[in-house]
């Protein structure tokens, strides 16, 4: 499940998803499997990463590069949180895109 998401955010958000893998299999073994998915969109960090116990998912409020909140969010819930996030964001980049266009024609 973590390779398929890895790879659809790293294709869908390439500036803003940063996937962390690590070699299973052996020193000089090609297979791989993703530790930790963190997606940045404006002033949120969304991480999701392989814990003992699971998946553990968290969304964390940075500002100016320093963490100001962390929340422990369930698999549904990071993924909801993360996708209207991602569509906020294309809303009001489009709206600026918009009104540059409008200040250059």
Same mark, same amino acid.
């Given at each position: ?10 294709? %869908? ?12 299999? #052996?020193?000089? /073994?090609?297979?791989?499997? +993703?530790?930790? !998915? ?9 991480? *999701?990463?392989? %814990? %003992?116990? #699971? !998946? %553990? ?5 940075? $500002?100016? #590069? !320093? ?6 969010? /369930? ?7 993360? $996708?209207?996030? +991602?569509?906020?964001?294309?809303? $009001? /980049?489009?709206?600026?895109? !918009?009104?540059?266009? #409008? *200040?250059?024609?």
């Amino acid at each position: 499940m973590l390779d398929a998401l890895a790879v659809r955010l790293e294709e %869908a958000l390439p500036r803003a998803a940063n996937i962390r893998r690590r070699r299973v299999g #052996g020193l000089f /073994s090609k297979r791989t499997e +993703v530790e930790q !998915i963190a997606v940045d969109v404006g002033d949120l960090r969304f991480e *999701l990463s392989q %814990a %003992a116990a #699971g !998946i %553990a998912c968290r969304r964390t409020k940075i $500002v100016r #590069g !320093i963490a100001l909140k962390r929340e422990e969010l /369930s698999v549904q819930e990071w993924i909801s949180e993360l $996708v209207g996030e +991602v569509v906020r964001s294309a809303t $009001v /980049s489009e709206q600026t895109r !918009i009104a540059l266009e #409008g *200040l250059v024609l």
